[in-house]
């Protein structure tokens, strides 16, 4: 092999993979007993998968400098002692991802879970590492052997470049430097999508929640995750912490949020008269855009005139600001602390949700819906994690023959809303009852556009996020004209929501209050349910409880 630049590259970063991986195999085999009883049920093709992708962001991070000495299109670089410095820093933070990836090895047998930057935060203040560090070296000496050997490795199988000018930059200088500066300027992207986790503009930066997404339990995450990765992703968060201002007994005294409705055996169902649970959270639906909470015109004829048939609040609130805060809030009354909880070292904390509760205990069947790219926003991962059984996004919604596939992307982020939520409605119909399903709209977010057919009838002056929300209305009304006619309509529970509010306009909505502004609908349609607008404050964080 000719050891030009970008084939050296190649080859040490094929290197870096292939030691990771073994870095993999064996921290499972040291935790073979917390893996072991579950892992003939994991699938294969999803932890290679989820195993390549969460590798390739670390390597990528820690490599960066070692990319950037390699390809950078000066005459010096073909230098022996560049090389060497090369070589060094290539073998140095590689060696050092080994020894974190086999120290986490006997870690993670007391914390359940990889590293994450907390641990620092945590010990801080402990000045016994020394010694702790010297009894564990000696009761896992063969780790430290096999962290002996994969370095070893990295130093005997490294390449570096040919010392020697290539006889392409001798010939025709101007045309090999331009070459050569045009490799770095195509490995700057493609490193970026490596450490974003996919190149989609729908697939926000992989953190270690995504890993859920391949695996079946929050314990099982591990496996796919790398130690590098899991430090780098959550150095520098703001975590929540518990400020244990009372002892769990003392909290029971004062409050306790299990209420016991009925008094049943634990092998019957909890629920006597089970119904169907559908919950919509519509991107980005602020009060402010919904007539039926305001004095004034308004973007929502059909949402007005559920509003009048359906159990809302005076003052109801999201709980974030984000997209990401929405989903825990509404499905597992996990509000946004200080940061998202899908970023935070919890997310790998076994959590439930109103579909796990439903399934466990009154044998629901459960499902999550959204349009964007399966895996966007890490959204799959936590509905895989807190108890939705099926998944379906735009790859589900692409091998559905009844719609039209691509033809219904809206060019950024998801499939149309229109469309999804007939896909939405009529996959209902196949689904096994009761059921509880969410589906996570996106149509009403910035670059603000609407298909091609309503630009005209649904766009007025003003903001073009309210030719959005007029849209969606409609988009809305279509939905719940189909589930009417399906034979799961009668006996179902709708909640409607948003995940955060977006554009404000009017002033009362521009305060700190205002800004958290979002409808809490609950919709029966057989009737048993209370109507009317009432007093009082209903959150995000209460929907689960209300439906429990």
Not at 195 to 212: D, E, K
Not at 463 to 478: G, K, N
Not at 521 to 548: C, E, K, N, V, W
Request: aromatic share 14%.
């Amino acid at each position: 092999m000719k050891r030009y630049p970008v084939a050296v590259l190649l080859w040490n970063f094929c290197l870096a993979y292939l030691i990771y991986m073994l870095c993999r195999i064996v921290y499972v085999w040291e935790n073979w007993s917390l893996f072991g009883p579950g892992f003939e049920s994991l699938s294969g093709s999803l932890l290679l998968s989820g195993s390549l992708r969460f590798d390739t962001a670390a390597i990528v991070y820690t490599n960066s400098l070692y990319a950037v000495l390699t390809l950078l299109p000066l005459h010096i670089r073909f230098s022996r002692l560049w090389q060497q410095i090369c070589k060094w820093v290539f073998v140095v933070v590689n060696s050092l991802a080994v020894v974190v990836n086999l120290v986490d090895a006997v870690y993670s047998q007391y914390s359940g879970r990889r590293t994450t930057a907390t641990f620092f935060a945590e010990f801080s203040n402990e000045s016994n590492f020394a010694g702790i560090i010297g009894v564990e070296l000696l009761h896992h000496w063969y780790l430290v052997l096999a962290g002996a050997a994969m370095i070893a490795a990295l130093w005997l199988l490294y390449k570096p470049l040919d010392t020697q000018l290539p006889p392409e930059r001798k010939a025709q200088p101007v045309r090999y430097t331009l070459l050569s500066s045009l490799s770095l300027l195509l490995y700057l992207p493609l490193a970026v999508i490596g450490m974003r986790g996919g190149a989609s503009t729908a697939v926000r930066p992989i953190t270690i929640s995504n890993a859920n997404q391949y695996v079946n339990t929050p314990g099982e995450a591990a496996i796919v995750l790398n130690t590098p990765f899991s430090l780098i992703r959550t150095a520098g968060k703001t975590t929540f912490s518990d400020p244990a201002w009372y002892t769990p007994g003392q909290l029971d005294t004062i409050y306790s949020p299990l209420h016991n409705t009925a008094s049943v055996h634990d092998s019957e169902p909890t629920v006597r008269n089970p119904k169907n649970v559908v919950i919509l959270i519509v991107e980005s639906l602020a009060q402010e855009y919904i007539g039926a909470y305001n004095n004034y015109p308004c973007h929502t004829p059909f949402l007005d005139s559920l509003i009048g048939v359906s159990l809302t609040f005076e003052q109801s609130f999201s709980n974030g600001r984000k997209s990401i805060d929405g989903m825990p809030s509404i499905l597992s009354s996990i509000p946004m602390f200080v940061e998202p909880f899908f970023v935070t070292s919890y997310s790998l904390n076994n959590v439930s949700s109103i579909a796990g509760e439903l399934a466990a205990h009154s044998g629901y069947s459960t499902a999550f819906f959204h349009g964007a790219e399966n895996g966007s926003m890490g959204f799959q991962a936590y509905a895989r994690t807190s108890g939705f059984q099926q998944y379906f996004g735009r790859t589900e919604y692409k091998a559905d023959s009844r719609f039209h596939g691509d033809d219904d992307f809206d060019g950024t982020w998801a499939i149309w809303d229109e469309e999804f939520l007939q896909f939405y409605a009529l996959t209902m119909s196949e689904m096994e009852q009761p059921f509880v399903t969410a589906v996570f709209t996106a149509t009403s977010h910035h670059p603000f556009v609407v298909p091609e057919r309503y630009r005209q009838p649904f766009g007025q002056p003003g903001h073009p996020m309210h030719t959005c929300i007029r849209y969606v209305d409609h988009a809305l009304q279509q939905f719940f004209a189909t589930a009417r006619q399906q034979p799961w309509f009668e006996n179902t529970l709708f909640v409607i929501t948003a995940d955060h509010t977006n554009v404000v306009e009017h002033p009362e909505y521009q305060t700190s209050i205002g800004l958290y502004r979002v409808p809490v609908i609950f919709y029966d349609p057989s009737g048993t349910l209370p109507r009317g607008h009432r007093p009082g404050i209903a959150q995000q964080i209460d929907i689960m409880p209300t439906l429990l």
